[in-house]
T-cell receptor
Framework: GAGVSQSPRYKVAKRGQDVALRCDPISGHVSLFWYQQALGQGPEFLTYFQNEAQLDKSGLPSDRFFAERPEGSVSTLKIQRTQQEDSAVYLC?????????FGQGTRLTVV | GQQLNQSPQSMFIQEGEDVSMNCTSSSIFNTGLWYKQEPGEGPVLLIALYKAGELTSNGRLTAQFGITRKDSFLNISASIPSDVGIYFCAGKLEGGADGLTFGKGTHLIIQP
């Protein structure tokens, strides 16, 4: 498809489990962003890539969160030792210039 | 942290009515953006504002960026059922992180 694709759409993890969330940006988009959206809240910025370089990770809530984009295309957000407070929708967005296009998100539920 | 305050939190209106929602901040933003999000979907950009005082229309939508770049509003004229959703204001904070800061959203509900 032509849009931002995220997988899985839904993930249930047991507390303490590691998870990996994938984002396929729009082809050719240089910039890639990850956001966390808790229930009833607006998205909150986590991290930003320009090609393969992670230029801003100021929004990552703890060192359990790690993101990579090794070839400047697909990105993975990894959360280690998941906690209940990590339950949220994780949104990926990509952009070529100024307008960012969002994927449908991955809903993570930690039980 | 930096916040965008949206009002109202929710709106219950009749089909055909006009809608107005606001976004304010104590900080200056380089861009003023309005997104719409429907259940199970990511936010979709409706209108982008880049200059202080800029007024922009997109069909039935009109938005303006405040002179101080600390506030904006979004108007929807002659609402229709498919306007239902959550409307977020967002922006890039001047001198801030590379990502966008979002408000908490205004939930628009249209009664038949």
């Amino acid at each position: 498809g032509a849009g931002v694709s995220q997988s899985p759409r839904y993930k249930v993890a047991k507390r303490g489990q590691d998870v990996a969330l994938r984002c396929d940006p729009i082809s050719g988009h240089v910039s890639l962003f990850w956001y966390q959206q808790a229930l009833g809240q607006g998205p909150e910025f986590l991290t930003y890539f320009q090609n393969e370089a992670q230029l801003d990770k100021s929004g990552l809530p703890s060192d359990r969160f790690f993101a990579e984009r090794p070839e400047g295309s697909v990105s993975t957000l990894k959360i280690q030792r998941t906690q209940q407070e990590d339950s949220a929708v994780y949104l990926c967005a990509s952009s070529l210039h100024t307008e960012a296009f969002f994927g449908q998100g991955t809903r993570l539920t930690v039980v | 942290g930096q916040q965008l305050n949206q009002s109202p939190q929710s709106m219950f209106i009749q089909e055909g009515e006009d809608v107005s929602m606001n976004c304010t901040s104590s900080s200056i933003f380089n861009t003023g953006l309005w997104y719409k999000q429907e259940p199970g979907e990511g936010p979709v950009l409706l209108i982008a504002l880049y200059k202080a005082g800029e007024l922009t229309s997109n069909g039935r939508l009109t938005a303006q960026f405040g002179i101080t770049r600390k506030d904006s509003f979004l108007n929807i004229s002659a609402s229709i059922p498919s306007d239902v959703g959550i409307y977020f204001c967002a922006g890039k904070l001047e001198g801030g992180a590379d990502g966008l800061t979002f408000g908490k959203g205004t939930h628009l509900i249209i009664q038949p």
